[in-house]
C-alpha cells in the first residue's frame, strides 16, 4: 500500500501562506479561482479586502464573500486500482469491501462505483461536495475504460456502442468507442447507469470478459499496481477543480 499521507500544518515552514493556495488547500476553490475572487474583491483577511500575493499567516481571518474559510480537515483524494472481487460498498458486514479493503484509517467515501466483477480506478475521498460534483451524472464528466468481450468485435458493433444504446428503459449517452485488437475497445462515457457497458453490450449481443476503469476525468490510473492506491497530486487536484469550475460556470 502506499504511504498515508499525514496532516500538515500549512504554516509549519515559513509561518505563511499565499492567500490563493490557503484557498485552495482549504478546499474551498482552486488556486485559479481564487485569484479571480481576489481580483473582485470579495476575499478579505481580517477585514481588509485581499490583493493577490498577500499572504495569510496561523489564526488570520479569510472570508469569500462574507463566508468563513478554515482549514478543518485536510482534503483527502485517492485514486484506488481497486482488484476484482471487490465491492463498492461501505457496509462493512460485506466481505471484500472497499473501505476494509483500503483500510485507510479516516473516513473516505468513494466516488461513484465499479462493479464487483470490474477493476481498475475508483477515487475515494474525505470531502462530500467534491465527491457530489465528481458522481453527478449531469455534470458530463469523462470516464475511460478498457473492456474485452467474448467474441470478435466489428464495425457494426462499434458504432453501435457509440450510442445512444436503450437500457434500464432509458437512452445512453453518445460515447467515443475505439477497437484496440479483436476482442477489446476503448470506450469513453459521461454517466454511471448501473452496470451500463456490461448493459450496452448485451444489447448487441456480446458479453463482457473484462472491464477495467483507467480514467476518471484528469486523473489516470497509469502503472498503479492493483490493489494500491495513491495520493492525488496537488496539480492533478488543481486541475481537476478547474474542470469542475467549468462545468458550473457553463450551467450558470
Do not use: W
Amino acid at each position: 500500500m502506499a504511504k498515508k499521507k499525514k496532516i500538515i500544518n500549512p504554516f509549519q515552514d515559513n509561518g505563511t501562506i499565499r492567500i490563493n493556495k490557503y484557498l485552495s488547500d482549504a478546499g474551498f476553490c482552486s488556486r485559479r479561482q481564487a485569484d479571480r475572487y481576489i481580483e473582485e474583491g470579495k476575499v478579505t483577511i481580517d477585514g481588509q479586502v485581499a490583493k493577490l500575493g498577500d499572504r495569510v499567516v496561523e489564526n488570520q481571518e479569510v472570508r469569500v464573500n462574507g463566508r468563513l474559510v478554515t482549514y478543518q480537515e485536510e482534503l483527502i483524494l485517492i485514486a484506488f486500482n481497486k482488484p476484482v472481487g471487490v465491492e463498492c460498498t461501505e457496509d462493512r458486514r460485506v466481505p471484500n469491501n472497499i473501505i476494509d479493503y483500503i483500510n485507510y484509517g479516516k473516513r473516505i467515501s468513494y466516488i461513484g462505483r465499479l462493479d464487483k466483477d470490474s477493476q481498475g480506478l475508483i477515487l475515494l475521498t474525505n470531502d462530500g461536495d467534491l465527491n457530489q460534483a465528481i458522481a453527478k451524472g449531469s455534470n458530463y464528466h469523462e470516464k475511460e475504460y478498457v473492456v474485452r468481450v467474448n467474441k470478435p468485435i466489428t464495425d457494426r458493433f462499434i458504432e453501435g456502442m457509440s450510442g445512444p444504446v436503450p437500457i434500464l428503459g432509458r437512452l445512453t449517452r453518445p460515447s467515443i468507442v475505439t477497437p484496440i485488437d479483436k476482442y477489446t475497445f476503448k470506450i469513453i462515457i459521461t454517466q454511471g447507469m448501473n452496470r451500463q457497458i456490461r448493459r450496452m453490450c448485451e444489447y448487441f449481443g456480446y458479453r463482457v470478459t473484462k472491464l477495467k476503469r483507467i480514467r476518471v476525468m484528469n486523473i489516470t490510473l497509469g502503472r498503479l499496481k492493483e490493489g494500491t492506491y495513491r495520493n492525488v497530486t496537488e496539480k492533478e487536484l488543481e486541475e481537476l477543480k478547474a474542470i469542475i469550475e467549468n462545468k458550473e460556470n457553463e450551467d450558470m
